[in-house]
């Protein structure tokens, strides 16, 4: 029944849907590290709902409280811990949920694991809410990578059967991911985006949803990171990855695509 992952950096995730609030323990942040908590809060707003009408109707805020951790504007080196609370929240509309569960969902394995003491409301500790602190223990740690000249950017890549141009077929540097992260649909192919919002509110308005997917890249990453097997970049980030309660597949390189290939193409 842990909520916590790492080793040289250890992340300690709690909180429910519904609860008071939702947060985060980051343990093993080096001291000293200045945080830009302006750049933290943009990135924190890209993923708040109710921003947009193409996301969660649900209003919230997403501003973080750091507990511990922060000083002076800089990691003291002890752990980081942030809290975030709830405010939008509508627990009666859930209250079918304790004896109606959806499937697909989180609700009846919740249930069973937690031998029916589980919070229900909104999804509990299973919610898609649980993402917010995610996104702010990451903020940091692209700040701490950036200041070594990693960088990392995405853009949406499909809708539906909607697909954008992939990081393959343009120039990548950290102008271009700098510029993704400003649109509220990080597309390489503008002209897709009346397309990919039409499919998204039809779906919307008929109280149902779409699929998708997002490409990554990471820029200024050296060769020889992470270890053989158990510990390689793929299988550290696809466990993280598989974390995100949306995540049903991954891909690195060309991935199923190399099915189609021979050897000496992938190579």
Known sequence: MSGMWGNKLKVSIFGESHGVGIGITIDGLPPGVEINME??????????P????????????????I???FFEGKTTGTPLCA????????????????????PGHADYPGFIRYNGFNDYRG??????????????????CKQVLQARGINIGAHVKSIGNIEDKSFYDVKVDKELLDNLKLKEL???????????????????????????????????IKA??????????????????????????????????MTKLRGSECN
């Open 39 to 48: 750049e933290v809060m943009k990135e924190m707003a890209r993923r708040a």
């Open 50 to 65: 109710g921003k947009s009408n193409l996301s969660t109707a649900r209003k919230e805020a997403d501003q973080p409280e």
């Open 67 to 69: 507990l511990s951790g």
């Open 83 to 102: 809290v975030i609370r709830n405010a939008d929240m509508h627990s009666r509309d859930y209250g079918k949920l304790k004896d109606l569960m959806r």
């Open 123 to 140: 999804g509990g500790h299973f919610s898609g809410r649980i993402t917010a602190p995610l996104v702010f223990a990451g903020a940091i």
């Open 186 to 220: 990080p597309l390489l192919a503008p002209e897709k985006e009346d397309e990919m919002r039409t499919l998204i509110l039809e779906a919307k308005k008929e109280q149902d949803s779409t699929g998708g997917t997002i490409e990554c890249t990471i820029l200024g």
């Open 224 to 257: 020889g990171i992470g270890n053989p097997f158990f510990d390689s970049v793929e299988s550290t980030l696809a466990h993280l990855m598989f974390s995100v309660p949306a995540v049903k597949g991954i891909e690195f390189g060309k991935g199923f695509e």
